[in-house]
């Protein structure tokens, strides 16, 4: 952690241009480094420091640097640059000297920032004046995010709760886990309090991007979650599920938020390029900018030289149910594996690009070909799909690339909707007291929207927690829910250590013949649990102590 705090001592005057380009945080001038005392004596000065904080959240569509996804590090995807290092986290040679994914350095620099607002604005310059306890909710809330990013991936961490100086003792052992989930929910209880009722989610367009009351709840739900969840709760003790529903049921209670209509749920990806409101179904997002890359790096590799990275799993569309709501392993739902598309969940075909599916909207929409040899699956082609699927999530049909005149589309990371609250809660409650009224309530509201049936009456426990358990990993897929959720449930030996499919589909004519083939194997073990801390870390700091295997 040394390094992290002598640079961001030294780099006061260049945070402040740090977010240039996001949409809260566009100075129109130029005044050089400045001093850090100035700071704190001008309302313009203040607010940017705050705004600096929002630029250490994680905006999640690109985690390589190539275009790869989280999915592709579990069992949702196959990445198709077999060279990528998220592979590290599937061909077991994850390890404190092969990390990826590594948000340490990051995040602490992003606590520097946000402890040292909470420490310099209790007497800060800020217009009205009234304005300045709604900033600091803010401020406790990216804490709180901060600290939960290293959470989920680190377990028990040095909690940052001031901003630390070159001169303090930094070789500091690690809070226990019950410590750092304590530590979240007080600052999400603070932001809860502090950023006022009129900050809602209805921000004006220069504003999309920054922290809710709601937020801080949704945030405050999901790390109760996480701390009642096997992984941390080996004893089962209820009280922590019910703490996690209580939660979840509160920021239900708001009546703020609610779940998008199943004619508009893909707009809650595709955004105009013009500033348009945030739907009601986010809780929070990244600030929105104008891109294509999300389409360039995914889509199949006939339409215009799409990179085709994300490939999803065999495994993953066969968790998408008949559209009778059976699974397709039930013998009287009606599937027939070679025709193994047709009368499925129909967000299989609004998430999932496969065979015949249609890709891409007027001139260019045409049917994709992922049979061997068809215009997506080119064998010359390094890039084709590694498992006879594409992503269609997130994509938009409006953004061109690779051509003489590109169109961006407007589109943040959503790192909280409505959608999983709903599921949260329903977890938490099934736990705490089995499959109520109020279970079924949660999930059948999520699956009727999505155009399925709701459940059969009369799950057991045991049932209803594998139903919801798939109405997440359906419903919630590419979101970075399933790496984490597998994890939390403490069920990688069953789901990661194990090789994924995908659909080789031979064409002779115009008849088709489909046939699942491993596409990869893969490699998970207990350690894996959690992730390795850096070497490099380690050996500035020997208290922080590596996580159990990776020593």
């Not at 909690?159 to 999400?188: G, M, W």
């Not at 294509?292 to 889509?299: C, D, G, Q, R, V």
């Not at 829910?481 to 994924?500: A, H, M």
């Amino acid at each position: 952690m040394n390094k992290i705090i002598n640079r961001t001592i030294l780099a006061v005057g260049v945070m402040l241009c740090a977010a240039c380009g996001k949409d809260f945080f566009a100075p129109s001038y130029s005044e050089g480094p400045i001093s850090e005392d100035a700071i704190w004596t001008t309302d313009r000065r203040v607010r940017e420091y705050l705004n600096n904080g929002y630029n250490y959240m994680l905006s999640r569509y690109n985690v390589d640097g190539g275009g790869a996804l989280l999915a592709s590090g579990c069992d949702e995807a196959v990445n198709s640059n077999q060279n990528s290092n998220v592979n590290y986290f599937n061909n077991g040679t994850w390890s404190s000297l092969k990390t990826f994914d590594e948000q340490y350095t990051n995040l602490y620099a992003g606590l520097w920032v946000v402890n040292t607002f909470l420490q310099k604005s209790p007497t800060a310059v800020v217009f009205p004046a009234s304005d300045l306890w709604g900033l600091r909710g803010e401020a406790y809330f990216l804490r709180a995010m901060m600290h939960f990013e290293l959470f989920k991936r680190y377990g028990g961490i040095v909690l940052a709760t001031k901003a630390f100086s070159p001169t303090d003792n930094l070789n500091i052992p690690r809070n226990s886990v019950s410590e750092v989930v304590q530590s979240i929910v007080t600052d999400c209880d603070s932001a809860i309090a502090m950023i006022v009722p009129s900050w809602t989610k209805e921000w004006d367009a220069a504003n999309y991007g920054r922290a809710t009351k709601a937020a801080g709840m949704a945030l405050k739900a999901k790390v109760l979650l996480y701390y009642a969840s096997p992984l941390y709760n080996s004893a089962n003790e209820i009280q922590r599920w019910q703490d996690a529903a209580d939660a979840a049921k509160a920021l239900m209670d708001l009546n703020k938020h609610g779940l998008l209509s199943k004619t508009d749920f893909q707009s809650l990806w595709d955004y105009t390029a013009a500033a348009t409101t945030y739907n009601k179904e986010v809780i929070f997002a990244t600030s929105a900018s104008n891109i294509n890359t999300i389409e360039s790096y995914n889509a199949p590799v006939g339409f215009t030289g799409g990179l085709g990275r994300t490939n999803p799993t065999q495994e993953l569309v066969d968790a998408f149910e008949m559209a009778n709501g059976l699974p397709i392993t039930d013998a009287a739902s009606g599937y027939n594996a070679q025709n193994p598309y047709a009368g499925r969940d129909p967000r299989l075909n609004q998430f999932i690009v496969y065979n015949g599916a249609t890709f891409k909207t007027g001139s260019l929409s045409r049917a994709v070909e992922t049979f061997d040899g068809g215009l997506d699956n080119v064998l010359t082609n390094v890039n084709s799909t590694k498992t006879g699927y594409y992503l269609r999530k997130f994509l938009s049909g409006n953004a061109t690339y690779n051509v003489t005149s590109v169109t961006n589309v407007r589109r943040p990371w959503v790192l909280f909707r409505y959608a999983d609250v709903l599921l949260m809660h329903a977890e938490a409650v099934n736990e705490a007291e089995g499959p109520t009224a109020a279970v079924y309530a949660d999930v059948n509201a999520v699956r009727t929207r999505a155009g399925m049936p709701v459940l059969p009456v009369g799950l057991s426990q045991q049932d209803m927690r594998a139903r919801i358990k798939n109405e997440r990993r359906v419903e919630l897929c590419f979101e970075e829910q399933r790496f984490f959720d597998v994890r939390r449930w403490k069920e990688g030996e069953l789901y990661l250590n194990t090789p994924v499919h995908g659909m080789k589909i031979t064409k002779a004519g115009t008849a088709l013949t489909y046939a699942p083939f491993v596409a990869e194997n893969r490699v998970f073990t207990n350690k894996n649990y959690l992730y390795p801390f850096q070497q490099s870390e380690l050996n500035k700091a020997g208290n922080l102590t590596q996580n159990p295997g990776y020593e």
